[in-house]
């Protein structure tokens, strides 16, 4: 068919099936790239004023304006002209819903409105040590008030052993169209989150806990990979994303660099390092995927100067000897998880989504991640309660969460009767610029 026809033919698709259009072949992508059919797009997208561009057979002066703009640029020109418009267009909607915060986490209230009108789907990469990429989809999804948890299991997986990384990504439609569903065919955009190394995975991460079918690994940010005990195969991965900068990680990457957030600016009283921290709030979720164990929040914690100690600052937020603010778990901790054919539930783990705001309300530390509980060799020494001692700890870049239970036999229920957060001290000056 001749090349003419071929452009007469093109010049009634829209963008998004001129770019599948262009995937063909090589002749097919040269003449999807005609300036003068992505020019007649670009014009069409802008406000009524701007559209001097669109040419009409009996009006030269249009005709030699347009024959400018075609002939003077390379091909392709005004297809990326387009393209960088629509996403620049699409990345302010989602924005602008991000802005609404909720006064009762200082987090985005507008999350899945946002999801739904950005199309935004996670996906994982499989990298095996050859190079060969195993690309995952159809999560399933659960959400809660600071965070969402998404679930890949299959029966068509790489072998462990041959595996290197994981990367998780998240995806939307290149040029999102809101009259109709997303098309997993059709153009994407890919944001890197994370990207995780799976060799050596049972050596190298933390082991957070098993059942009688599968041991669950942790690796940090976030990820918890659980392995079939008898293959030694991956039988599912969850990943834990919190919902501080979740749209921004999930859209303004690129497919090889993750977002970075611009830094703090502090408020003038801040820079007194010798005032310490003051007037914090503490949002804290206790689940396991499906249900939840604990909701709470804590107001105006606050750590002087002289309570540093090994390059942390610390919040108490439940303490010992005050059995007053001792937090009961409602249900069995464990984490819940499915595959195809099998389900189950590991129990001694949870999954933790902490939110720590500044004294302006900001999000000054948050990740959602799984946790793992141990039997203390130490006994309770509290009257209250008389029974065993469990400890779960957790430990980032940014800091320290510290949990002490206890387990009443009686009632059966597990008791929080310690929580402490040891900030870093490198968090805290790059945060206010000080030097504590």
Known sequence: MPSETLLKIFSYLDAVSLLSVGCVNKRFYELANDNGIWLKLYSSSLHPKWTIWKMKSKQTETVSLG?????????????????????????????????????????????????????????????????????????????????????????????????????????????????????????????????????NLTESSVAIGADKLVQLFSVSPGLLVGIWKEKNEIAFVMANLHYNQLIERSILGSATVQYTPPPNKPLLDDIDSEYGLHD????????????????????????????????????????????????????????????????GNVKDCFVMDL????????????????????????????????????????ADLEGKVCIEFVWLEETKEYIIVSLVLYVSTKKVNSWYGTNY
């Open 67 to 199: 024959c400018a703009a075609v002939c003077d640029k390379k091909p392709g020109y005004w297809k990326k002209e387009y393209i960088f418009k629509q996403t620049s267009a699409f990345k302010t909607r989602v924005m602008r819903l991000v802005k609404f915060l909720d006064p009762y986490t200082g987090l985005p209230c507008k999350n899945k409105e946002a999801m739904k009108v950005s199309g935004l789907c996670w996906i994982i990469v499989l990298k095996d040590k050859n190079g060969k990429e195993h690309i995952v989809e159809k999560p399933n999804l659960s959400f809660k008030d600071t965070s969402v948890t998404i679930l890949w299991y299959g029966t068509d997986w790489p072998c462990l052993d041959i595996l290197s990384t994981l990367k998780l990504f998240g995806v939307t439609p290149l040029l999102p169209d809101q009259s109709r569903h997303p098309n997993r065919n059709g153009p994407r955009r890919f944001s890197l989150i994370a990207e995780y190394r799976l060799a």
């Open 355 to 394: 939110t720590l705001l500044d004294e302006t309300g900001k999000p000054f530390w948050c990740f959602s991640a799984p946790v793992h509980m141990e039997l203390s060799s130490k006994s309770s020494g509290l009257y209250d309660y008389m029974g065993h001692i469990y400890t779960a700890d957790y």
């Open 280 to 343: 914090y709030s503490l949002h804290l979720d206790l689940h396991g995927r499906n249900c939840m164990y604990l909701c709470g929040s804590f107001k105006c914690l606050f750590c002087r100067k002289r309570d540093i100690e090994n390059g942390y600052l610390s919040l108490r937020v439940v303490n010992l000897k005050d059995n007053r603010k001792h937090l009961p778990i409602i249900g069995t901790l464990g984490i819940c998880w499915e595959t195809d054919v099998f389900k």
